[in-house]
């Protein structure tokens, strides 16, 4: 019997990348095969919103059309396509116009709450929505507004209690909601077990006093997410707190994309696996499973594919030969060639198990921190333990097999590839560089200009180019410029410590500092900011 009545899978639309509608319509085909019937558009400020023209200017947001496109699309595939928008949090992006930094913003990326603006730009978001959307349900966010009350508010208002913020707000949210027909759901972890106040993802059942009870409004669905946990206990004992709350409860799980050019389907379907029979046990029958894409949408969202299989095949209680079939007659793929996209996080071999300290979800990004790993500062390969770099040339050989095969995917393959080549010379080069440095073989270090240096950056400019098709074929345009100063940064970064190399190497400057300072590790080997990355100055 399966699990869910309703499966879903959400799509980080804000994160600089934006599919486009084309390759969006493709990815609807494949997951409504697997066994999907709901799709969330997560839009912070990606959606054409009437009367807000510099709502999501100049960030590739969907307007009207596209999404009312979408939307008919989904639903002859017999998929719901359910807005899943921000109302009080996570709206950074839009104080970058005036139009809005002073108006209604109360501190960090949140809304002020009680200011009229502020709701009549709500109104304007579900008026807009109700324009696109079929669908009845609306996701309205509402995590992580951990400062709340505690910016323009407090200066204007004095200090209030900010759970009766909180409260008071999502009351008005609804309101609006059901002004024009949506029925809510959101974020129970960080209201009702964060800032109630409590303990986040308790591992313990908790009760709640009838106070907070009462506060719900009428049919609001609550959302339990947890993409880290290793002991059903944890699920369990989060969906039954939220189901004495209510009986409309989803579970949010993770097909991890997110801080990363490489997926994590092996981690994704680890957690996953865990978290499945708990819905089962607690009778959970809703669910979906995010593909964020923080710190810049990096990771292809149809990279893990294979997370969404796996998940849609135990829900479904296939065996692991029935889902591999599946999932090639769906996708043309093998499921094995497929995994393949996780190997460049795999920097100690791919068969370090997932509870490995070397693993764990630290493990997300170390391709891209060690992409970025400054050659001078060493800040990021610091924390490594013994690395044999080669290993990338293995991967490298494996998926440029697969990118030869021509199929729909190749395009994935070939940027994975492309980044294993770049991390088989990077990797190393910080560590490689303070040596030769500290020996002082100045014709050393000649030849690592000429030889490693050179060909890292060949190797950079190389993904670079194949990360652009990748995503050009997938998004928007919008937010490639980020990429660009990213991965271009990089390759003037790499000319740079080259120039002042053979500055040195050919007796122009007596010394190079940042070679001579002692590198320290970095007290959290869990680095997710591109900005943390590069530099211990302000980005």
Known sequence: MDVFNSLGVMIDCSRDAVPNVVRLKKFIDTVSEMGYNVAMLYTEDTYEVVNEPYFGSKRGKYTVEEL?????????????????????????????????????????????????????????????????????????????????????????????????????????????????????????????????????????????????????????????????GTDKKRYTAMMRSAKKLTENVWFSGGAWTWNTFSPHNRYSIKRNEIAVPACRECGVSMAFFTLWGDNGGECAYEAVLPSLMHTAARSRGLSDGEMAAEFEKITGEKFSDFLDLDLPNYIYGENVPVESPYFQHSAANYAKTHLYDDPFYGTMSANLGEVDATVFEKYAKRLYEHAKK??????????????????????????????????????????????????????????????????????????????????????????????????????????????????????????????????????
């Open 68 to 228: 009312y496109e979408i939307d008919r699309y989904a639903a002859s595939r017999g998929v719901e396509l359910v807005p899943f928008i921000q109302t009080l949090a996570h709206l950074g992006t839009l104080k970058k116009w005036r139009a809005y930094r002073h108006k209604v913003f109360d501190i960090d990326d949140i809304l002020l709450v009680d200011a009229p603006r502020t709701y009549e730009l709500i109104d304007n978001m579900f008026a807009s929505l109700r324009k696109s959307f079929s669908s009845k349900r609306v996701h309205l966010g509402y995590d992580e507004a951990h400062h709340i009350g505690l910016g323009k508010y407090l200066d204007e208002n004095g200090y209030t209690d900010r759970y009766e913020l909180l409260m008071r707000h999502l009351e008005r949210v609804c309101e609006i909601a059901k002004k024009y027909g949506f029925e809510t759901m959101l974020a129970a972890d960080d209201l009702f077990f964060n800032m109630s106040p409590g303990e986040f993802c308790s591992d313990e059942e908790r009760d709640f006093p009838q106070k907070i009870k009462d506060m719900i409004p009428r049919g609001l669905e609550l959302v339990h997410w947890d993409y880290f």
């Open 406 to 539: 021509n199929t729909e995917y190749s395009f994935l393959y070939l940027t994975q590839a492309r980044l294993c080549d770049a991390l088989a010379i990077k990797l190393p080069l910080a560590k490689k560089t303070r040596e030769i440095y500290a020996f002082g073989d100045k014709e050393k270090i000649l030849e690592l200009c000429r030889i490693d240096y050179t060909e890292c950056i060949k190797r950079v400019e190389a993904f670079y180019e194949s990360f652009c098709d990748q995503w050009l074929k997938i998004n928007k345009p919008y937010g490639l410029e980020v990429h660009d100063a990213r991965l271009g940064g990089l390759c003037k970064r790499l000319e740079s410590c080259r120039r002042r190399l053979l500055d040195y190497a050919n007796g122009k400057v007596s010394e190079i500092p940042e070679l001579c300072e002692p590198v320290l590790p970095m007290d959290d080997a869990y680095i997710t900011s591109w900005a943390e990355m590069i530099s211990a100055n302000p980005v």
